[in-house]
């Protein structure tokens, strides 16, 4: 089961977030997106004080002659330049990491290099509208102490994989192969059996009891005609109770039980 939990929760929101901040004072979690570019998240993450640039380089785009407190990890606002660049003139002026966000979109993006990025040795997250508005209002001029991991809901482990590949992906095949068996079966099912509509067309006539009669009992529930009794006749000329054809026919087999 949670292997199949994972399983719809990672196909319903692929491409989503794949980084959380956690604000160390009180566990207060936000989820982003990290970065194409740059080195990967891992589970022990990345601890530092999370600072803006001075004013005059909100947006992360010109270099800081001195940083704005020990150990920091930089959080800017989207646009003046491109990410990777962003990212690049922040960890030369000595950032840990970077947080990259929009005040004014709600909406995830995936941050691409669109040249070499070889040189950058920071990881960097993009944080939509709602994040991002909210780390903000945790900074009153003063650093705030966070960690930024990869997030593990999305993060596989061999031993996950091995489980899916092993257990579940076989399983899932059979089922399928199952269910196919299952409605290839109710096809011929339904091939063999007769419409209800064209069974309550077919003549009917109520029993009354003459010296001439060859066969006074019906053949399906081996009980006597009594009189008034409801018979049905096939097309065959054989008789039987309405009620008990009508059964044989619609949920059996739709020729005369007799032949």
Not at 54 to 74: D, H, V
Not at 226 to 247: M, W, Y
Request: hydrophobic letters at 40%; charged letters at 20%; a neutral charge.
């Amino acid at each position: 089961m949670y292997i199949v939990w994972r399983l719809l929760l990672m196909s319903s929101l692929v491409g989503w977030a794949t980084a959380h901040i956690i604000l160390m004072s009180n566990n207060d979690t936000h989820i982003d997106k990290a970065a194409a570019f740059g080195p990967s998240l891992t589970k022990e993450g990345v601890i530092g004080n999370m600072f803006p640039p001075p004013k005059e380089s909100k947006q992360g785009c010109n270099p800081i002659e001195a940083a704005p407190c020990e150990n920091w990890i930089a959080i800017v606002e989207r646009g003046g330049c491109s990410f990777v660049d962003k990212v690049r003139t922040l960890q030369n002026s000595g950032a840990k990491a970077v947080i990259i966000g929009d005040k004014h979109y709600n909406g995830w993006i995936t941050m691409y290099a669109a040249g070499d990025s070889s040189d950058i040795t920071i990881p960097s997250v993009y944080a939509a509208q709602y994040q991002f508005l909210s780390l903000l209002q945790h900074l009153d001029g003063k650093p705030v102490l966070i960690k930024i991991t990869e997030n593990e809901l999305f993060s596989w482990s061999w031993s996950d994989l091995l489980i899916f590949f092993s257990v579940l992906l076989p399983s899932s095949i059979l089922y399928a192969v199952y269910l196919t068996w299952r409605v290839r079966q109710q096809n011929i099912l339904k091939r063999e059996l007769a419409p209800s509509d064209v069974v309550k067309s077919l003549p009917i006539h109520s029993f009354h009891r003459e010296k001439d009669i060859p066969i006074d009992e019906c053949i399906i529930c081996l009980e006597e005609y009594l009189e008034g009794d409801k018979i049905r006749t096939l097309p065959c000329k054989h008789e039987f109770h309405s009620a008990c054809v009508d059964l044989w026919l619609i949920t059996r087999k739709k020729f005369c039980p007799i032949l």
